[in-house]
């Protein structure tokens, strides 16, 4: 496992949009391991392809019960709605308030490469949400103002 270097807001990378994966191979699962680790070295709940400089479609999360790997994440329920602060490690020492669904559910691949469907509420619904709008090039920031719902 490698740290990776995280890109910092006003990178152009964050701004695009994640292309899917077929196959996860080694390559991908080394990108998952090295993700996990740079999450953990930077005090993260998450972190995204785009964040590491990889326009694929992988997210890892760890809101305290162990890590969670997404390949090609997607949100296919929400449910409810609340504001509360949010952070990101592409934008460091700010947090703004973010309007987001209370309960989501996603589909997506694991590291083997079945399908599952996971559910979240709060944190963890709000680390989904977070990530996911990163694989479409989409901050945490361009939601602050409008207060625009998830």
Do not use: W
Request: net charge neutral; with cysteine; hydrophobic share 40%.
């Amino acid at each position: 496992m490698a740290l990776r270097n995280i890109r910092k807001y006003g990178d152009e990378i964050l701004r695009k949009k994640s292309r899917e994966i077929k196959e996860i191979d080694d390559r991908i699962l080394t990108l998952l391991d090295d993700m996990v680790e740079t999450m953990y070295k930077n005090q993260g709940v998450g972190l995204a392809g785009p964040q590491v400089g990889i326009l694929k479609r992988v997210v890892v999360i760890d809101v305290g019960q162990g890590p969670i790997y997404l390949v090609n994440p997607e949100i296919i329920e929400k449910q409810g709605s609340y504001l509360d602060a949010e952070g990101c490690l592409s934008v460091p020492g700010r947090q703004e308030f973010v309007e987001r669904p209370e309960k989501v559910k996603v589909k997506a691949l694991n590291r083997e490469g079945k399908e599952v469907i996971l559910e979240g509420s709060g944190l963890l619904a709000r680390a989904f949400c977070h990530e996911i709008d990163h694989l479409n090039g989409v901050l945490f920031i361009d939601k602050i103002a409008k207060g625009a719902n998830e």
